[in-house]
């Protein structure tokens, strides 16, 4: 997701933050518009980003978000991909594309856009390291909640063989 990341828009709060603000009607409308995502979508992530301790301008602050992820390390790791400006703060904005990236990596034209999304959350995991069976079940037991343990090790063992050709437990391919 890093060589994607500087492609978001408002990592310096962006278009919206200079005409509107999360008192006035229009800023989850605005934000829709902005990055190019259906409202009920902007608003589950308003939700989670309120939820993460972000002020009423939609910024989050690097103390604030470090404190939020710290026990997380699936988050702790892939939010210090997304952009921030000089202070560390992350914009609601920037958040917004971020996680549309997650979802629909395709829209950035990218070339077997779901391998690429694999890829890059796998290297965002560990930073490039081995990842364990145990910890990518755990990491899944997150994506997949609800599921038995035995069916996310199977989704594990799944993965792994799709991704991790010489069996060391990492991607050989340097895609992202």
Sequence with gaps: MGTFASSFEGSQGG??????????KDWLTAHAK???MELPSVERLWSRFQYLGCDDRGVLDEPTLQ???K???FLKQIVRFFPRDREG?????TFCNAMK?????DEY?????????VRAIFKTLNGGESVSHDQLTSILSKIY??????????RSKLLMLCIDEDKKGRDRKSVV
């Design 15 to 24: 278009i919206v933050n200079t005409y509107t603000d999360s008192t006035k």
């Design 67 to 69: 404190q939020r992820v």
């Design 145 to 154: 909640q609800g599921e038995s343990r035995e069916d996310l090790s199977q």
């Design 89 to 93: 703060n992350l914009y609601f904005q």
């Design 71 to 73: 026990d997380d390390i």
């Design 34 to 36: 902005a990055c190019r």
């Design 109 to 117: 034209n990218e070339a077997n856009s779901l391998e690429i999304k």
């Design 101 to 105: 990236w997650f979802e629909h990596p």
